[in-house]
């Protein structure tokens, strides 16, 4: 399977990188990120390429990155600008592969394509992370053993909460389907959304600290955009009350491939209630955290490893009704891949 | 290598299935099994033929097992009977396979194969299991990190025994090798049986508890019938005695592959003296255990990892004279094997 | 990628071989080794002919070893002398394969190639190790997780000393490159050497406590021979004083390698200085230890992982003068294998 390349993945959280270089693997490369004296963050391959020795363990001198091995220096643009060694001689070809690396309400945005292709307002809209005075924001991050695709498939498929999340963010199925879940789906030329609507249903128990009436009416969107980033959002009103009018949630699941059988799940969650609220903080992240880790992690990596392979098709899988929004998104995201490959 | 399917494997012992879900690898694929409201114990496909979660993770709902993932559940012959999602529709295609699973004598026989072809009268004999008035008798499982070919060349030459066994069943070589072994072997259309003699031999360290006298005659004969069942019978008389006028202990040895490199090993044993003796049963198992887990296994197993590969002839292995039983056995299986393949 | 297999490979140190059977793995083969009661040392496949078993586990019945699966006997050519089962028939083909081993200056030396052609003369000279009127002597072994040609680029490149070793054999760029080190090389027919030259530098951590004066002139060379055997000599003397007229540290690096991703590393040190001094002899070791262990084995491990493949040659590193002596062994080693192939 070939990775989109010619996209924006998340390459994690404003604070995951600082002056301490780091290395993480996208799409099956390792990447060294460290931030410039200015603040600036910036993202190049891990590589050496006279060892091949991983870079982030090398030091910062100023903005310019000193390979741990032998020494070569190299600025932020990739360009080997020192060689301590011998005649001190640089080859041409002395580079580290540089990558977009795009900031923007506290998110990374990495570019691992062509880099002339990489224009930043092609990331998704995420400004909710940043609007503190409305919401109450938790970002986190989470290692999926699994090909990415199945973890779309599961956020854009949520008929799957009360069967695997009874008990945190789901309810039970007693509660949900019985109150006559309606699911819908929508697709444009750049994104597949689906839809949830549920009238007089009891507040899950994720929702219970939140809202504080015996029921309510849900509505979940979920929206993917390729290759992998989808952007949630839950309202829980008073039966008949216009969205909007209560509890609103927004959501960011942004899924970054470390290879064909791990997924990079970064998430981010908010609330426009209770905004100050240390302890609603931490219920907000201990039923994300149970949710995701405990719940959907395991069963997604369960069905990888039953699966044995990243390619669900060849499996011939049986589809649902429900799975109308997830094979269109596969078959989007596929025909992009197979546009870039020629 | 290509496993036999067309034949009964033992899938565990009565006590292992319940009205909880399990799941066991046989022949690469993971199998559901749980027991009826009636008592009655079931095996199908452990994935989910929708995403292919693990099912065994699900609830029963009477003797209904529902998907962990989506809630599509299933009847005991694993047709979808419901589809708690969107339009409800049950897909055609949406089934478990089904496995005949037949319970004899505190036993679970499956078979992986054509389920058409799956007679009862097939499955060996293994009464003495139940024949509680005659035997006392103590039951096992072990994983083995082998090829199940490599297990059934253990059993089926038992001169390994003064080798691997000095301490617990086997004897020290100089007490048995020296007696004078006879070993013999015997095959017919469906069977090979290996046999062992030993005249006014000491007794194992195993059989001293059992048999009080300082030697006597000793005779063994193993049993294989295809796949991979494997009945023992040891008898030790006083010296010049009739066979069956001493000590009898008859056992199983039952391998079912879970893949090419690892193996169940299902083990019963048995013995006509000190049957309502608690002792005698903790002993029993605990020669068993000190046997198979820490001297035969560790052994077969370092084989296979010497051997890379499961393919035992393809390393053109010297042959004994003591290697006719299992090279017999392992010809009839390969024919087996073959003939089902066209 | 193929071995060289008609040269000496070091086995490891006298003391590691005793009437104890031990099995390592060189060249991707188990190899059996133990001494007769004579005290000779030999060397044979670890597996049995008969079913692969690991005959370092068997017993040594004077000079001859028993398999202990079956009982199989071989003496110390490799010959099968006991059959103790059945007609006790010995088939042709029952042999160990017989490796000649050397033992010299307390170093084994195995040859895993055709044996007619195993000439102890071709062995290198480390007379050192037993100069112990001359040196005070450590040795040691090592797990290498890479290919054995990366430890061997990691040891004819030594100008990765400062940046891997700052703080232990290598001292801070600044005092050494600062210094003005000047890389060599030479080559003959049946070797490589890379040499190194720095004037009035400040002595490293390591050879502070052996050197008193704050500066001395510091002279090393690196000679590789074929297959990956790499003799080091180390001397530092006051400035502008012959050199020998100081510290002289003799070093062996014999690398064999146990698979492509996975190398032994035998190491001796020596120094002709407090050679009657527990103490220098702790903190020689330990240098060596934290300098191999902690700080060369990581980073050629990690160099390792990164390239994902054995052959550098194919990933297209970027050279740097200072590679001349790594390219030159690698040239000739592979022109050897090359030749051997043939």
Same mark, same amino acid.
């Given at each position: 399977m070939a990775f989109l390349r010619n996209t924006w993945y998340c390459a994690g959280w404003s604070a995951d990188v600082s002056r301490t270089p780091i290395s993480k693997t996208f799409l099956g490369e390792p990447v060294l990120m460290y931030r410039t004296e200015a603040g600036q963050p910036v993202a190049m391959s891990n590589k050496c390429p006279h060892r091949f020795a991983p870079m982030h363990l090398g030091r910062l001198k100023g903005d310019v990155i000193e390979c741990p091995y032998h020494g070569l220096q190299f600025n932020t643009e990739g360009r080997c600008v020192h060689n301590p060694q011998g005649d001190g001689k640089i080859p041409q070809a002395a580079k580290l592969q540089h990558f977009p690396l795009v900031e923007r309400d506290g998110t990374l945005w990495i570019w691992?394509? /062509?880099? !002339?292709?990489? #224009?930043?307002?092609?990331?998704? /809209? !995420?400004?909710? @992370? @940043?609007?503190? #005075?409305?919401y109450a924001v938790g970002l986190g991050h989470l290692l999926v053993h699994a090909n990415y695709q199945l973890v779309m498939d599961n956020l854009l498929d949520l008929t799957h909460a009360p069967f695997v999340h009874p008990n945190t963010v789901g309810g039970s199925p007693e509660d949900s389907l019985g109150a006559g879940m309606q699911v819908g789906f929508e697709a444009d030329a750049v994104s597949v959304t689906s839809t949830y609507f549920c009238a007089d249903m009891k507040p899950t128990p994720q929702l219970r600290p939140l809202y504080p009436l015996p029921t309510g009416d849900l509505r979940i969107s979920m929206r993917w955009q390729p290759a992998s980033s989808l952007a949630m959002r839950l309202s829980m009103t008073p039966p008949g009350q216009p969205d909007g009018s209560g509890v609103v949630l927004p959501l960011l699941h942004l899924l970054t491939p470390i290879d064909e059988q791990t997924t990079h799940y970064f998430f981010a969650l908010a609330r426009n209630v209770a905004i100050d609220n240390a302890e609603a903080d931490a219920g907000m992240m201990a039923f994300a955290r149970a949710a995701f880790e405990q719940e959907d992690e395991p069963m997604i990596a369960a069905c990888q490893a039953q699966m044995g392979t990243t390619d669900l098709l060849s499996l011939k899988p049986v589809l649902l009704s429900t799975d109308v929004a997830t094979m269109k998104a596969r078959r989007h995201l596929d025909a992009l891949i197979q546009q870039e490959g020629r």
């Open positions: 691992m394509g /062509d880099a !002339t292709l990489a #224009d930043p307002n092609l990331i998704i /809209d !995420t400004h909710f @992370v @940043v609007e503190r #005075d409305r």
